[in-house]
């Protein structure tokens, strides 16, 4: 079955450090690819995906991720972070099989001036 | 830019009551979910609906969960007699493809069960 490791509960940075949010998936075959950020009491909004072409995907917001084959992960990278980014971030993975999204546990972004 | 709306964003009932949680797809999609997140938890897929059936469901979508696109365009997930587990976030999404990579989603409804 497909499952997505988010190995990170909880990150802290400074506003303007840079940012890398882990993803592991495990999927036999080449996944959909996707980070959603959820801001306090607010609904899911896609950052960015990734079904196939070039493995770095830029998103919204200043984000990107790079699709790692090998490792089998989805990072999620920001060069600078801002204190409107902290949020909690789910990265989720869709097979071309079935119709539904399954989730990691999130992480957990808080921003210090 | 067109959007999924769910209403109502907060709801609060007792237990054994039942609630229906509506939304509005986006007008040309043709598949349609419901997740669920309950408080830091993470989001877990409850239903998808396609033609007017349910095409897949999770475990969690037991018999008092049911689905319905009443008319042209709400989908609306309704528990019959809700339980204080179903306390969570309930979220909306549709499609045009049954592609999640084309797939948007609602703000979310917080179902509070007291």
């Known amino acids: 079955a497909q499952s997505v490791t988010q190995p990170d509960i909880h990150i802290t940075v400074s506003e303007g450090a840079s940012l890398e949010l882990r993803c592991n998936y495990s999927y036999g075959a080449t996944p959909y690819l996707f980070w959603y950020v959820q801001s306090p009491g607010q609904g899911l909004q896609l950052l960015l995906k990734y079904f196939s072409g070039d493995t770095l995907v830029q998103g919204i917001k200043g984000f990107e991720a790079e699709f790692k084959r090998s490792q089998s992960s989805f990072n999620l990278r920001k060069p600078s972070v801002h204190w409107s980014d902290a949020a909690e971030y789910f990265c989720?993975?869709?097979?071309?099989?079935?119709?539904?999204?399954?989730f990691g546990t999130g992480t957990r972004l808080q921003v210090f001036p | 830019e067109p959007e999924v709306t769910q209403t109502p964003s907060h709801q609060v009932t007792q237990m054994g009551q039942e609630v229906i949680l509506r939304c509005v797809p986006i007008?040309?999609?043709?598949?349609f979910y419901w997740y669920r997140q309950i408080l830091g938890q993470k989001v877990e897929f409850l239903v998808s609906f396609y033609n007017n059936e349910i095409s897949e469901k999770s475990e969690i979508f037991d018999d008092q969960f049911s689905v319905e696109r009443p008319d042209g365009s709400n989908f609306t997930l309704k528990i019959r007699s809700t339980k204080l587990e179903d306390s969570a976030m309930y979220f909306c999404?549709?499609?045009?493809?049954?592609?999640?990579?084309?797939?948007?989603f609602g703000q979310g409804t917080r179902l509070t069960v007291v």
């Open positions: 989720a993975v869709a097979t071309h099989y079935t119709d539904k999204l399954i």
């Open positions: 007008s040309n999609h043709l598949y």
């Open positions: 999404a549709s499609s045009p493809t049954g592609l999640m990579t084309e797939a948007f």
